[in-house]
């Protein structure tokens, strides 16, 4: 049937040749299913392209481009197909886990290869079709990025509870001979995939080196929502230590074998470790810090490097929101701050999770609410500070619906949310307009 185009770009390739309302059908003889087929078909300079119009007549248009130059076509899906939802029951998954009566777009749980590629996200490969794995070899999709967890198959398809979790290292092979690069993870669970199992894994990836290019090992979050579901427990301070010292002497030696440590700690670990975050080189450049690896550090270095010019502050008092587990390192910023610039007048206060439990920690989890119960009539001064990771996807909204602006009227104070960057949170410190 095609992808229904919605908008065509003025002064693009397509432009006055295509219209809205008709629907890409194939192009260059092949046919386009999803935006995987248009980015890859599209990419040549001379390109033959069957449109249907809105009356379902078919239309054929010659275009002639730069190499590699988009189209210029904007579709009424961004995926110009379905996407694929997650066919396993993980025991961990963060997903069941919610409260009741969330919003339905947080239920919905995303393994889709496409998005691997296009935004990132990390996938399970369980729900590969033959043809999806020789498409991902042919176009060269690369990097995907893979929840791995194990590479023990019959312990992989009883965590993910599907059996299909148990062909991973054929399908990662496959895509190693492919020269397909790889990004992975591992989410660590206390009694499960951890001491000799995690060195089990640790050792099948690096065997896949260096197709498969980085791998975080992070800790199982656990909410209070968990009735019903498998018995788990959490990463505390002794098991995290525990994690770190048999990764990082692993990430050691490959990092003397191979050039690369491969292997990184979340911060998260570190935190509940309670140790200091690891050096800047420690990362080799930050392959993993989408997924929670080196966000603190990097934060730190490029806020030193703010601090270098820094500009004078307004003086007017301000505050800084965040979880838990963050707040001690944003007190030692905010002082390495006061220490440097003049008129700094701030302080931090470290929000503790109702919504999920109090087992989770980490600022991008905390709750609007959680947000206005334990700041209404505290000192908060003239604005409030908080990291733009506890708003979804750059919006204005918290995870339990919450919104900037409810806030803001509750707290009585204007609300800036600060992305992971050292520039602009000095510049929010120190109130630069």
Do not use: W
């Amino acid at each position: 049937m095609g992808a229904k185009i919605i908008n065509v770009e003025k002064s693009s390739p397509a432009y006055k040749k295509a219209v809205p309302g008709d629907r890409l059908i194939s192009i260059n003889g092949n046919p386009i299913e999803d935006v995987l087929d248009y980015k890859y078909y599209s990419y040549e300079r001379e390109l033959t392209v069957v449109l249907e119009s809105a009356e379902g007549k078919k239309k054929l248009i010659l275009i002639r481009k730069d190499e590699g130059e988009d189209l210029g076509l904007e579709f009424d899906d961004y995926l110009m197909d379905r996407a694929r939802t997650c066919a396993n029951k993980c025991i961990f998954c963060f997903i069941d886990q919610l409260p009741p009566n969330v919003r339905k777009s947080l239920l919905f749980k995303d393994d889709d290869a496409r998005m691997s590629f296009l935004l990132g996200n990390y996938i399970t490969l369980t729900n590969l079709r033959e043809r999806d794995i020789e498409r991902i070899v042919k176009m060269r999709i690369s990097p995907v990025n893979i929840s791995v967890h194990t590479t023990n198959p019959e312990l992989r398809v009883k965590m993910l509870r599907n059996k299909r979790g148990g062909e991973i290292m054929d399908i990662m092979r496959r895509f190693k001979e492919a020269g397909i690069t790889m990004n992975c993870q591992i989410v660590c669970c206390p009694g499960i995939n951890d001491r000799a199992e995690l060195l089990k894994s640790l050792e099948d990836l690096r065997s896949l080196y260096p197709a498969v290019a980085s791998v975080s090992v992070v800790p199982v979050g656990l909410t209070k929502h968990r009735e019903g579901l498998y018995p788990l427990g959490p990463v505390d301070l002794k098991k995290a230590a525990e994690i770190i010292d048999m990764t990082d002497a692993f990430g050691d030696k490959c990092l003397k074998e191979l050039g690369s440590r491969l292997f990184y700690c979340a911060d998260e670990l570190y935190l509940k470790a309670k140790r200091e975050i690891p050096p800047e080189d420690y990362y080799e450049g930050y392959p993993q810090i989408e997924n929670g690896v080196g966000l603190m550090r990097s934060l730190e270095e490029e806020f030193k490097i703010a601090l270098e010019n820094c500009p004078e502050a307004s003086g007017a008092p301000f505050s800084i929101a965040t979880g838990v587990a963050a707040a001690p390192f944003l007190t030692k910023i905010l002082k390495i701050a006061k220490g440097k610039c003049v008129n700094i007048n701030g302080r931090v206060y470290a929000i503790e999770n109702d919504f999920f439990g109090k087992t989770v920690d980490v600022a991008g989890l905390v709750a609007g609410g959680d947000l206005i119960s334990q700041l209404k009539g505290k000192d908060l001064g003239r604005r409030l500070l908080i990291p733009a990771s506890m708003l979804r996807h750059g919006g204005d909204m918290f995870l339990d619906d919450v919104t900037l602006s409810d806030a803001e009227a509750a707290l009585g104070v204007p609300i800036v949310p600060v992305p992971n960057n050292g520039y602009e949170l000095l510049s929010a410190i120190c109130d630069l307009k």
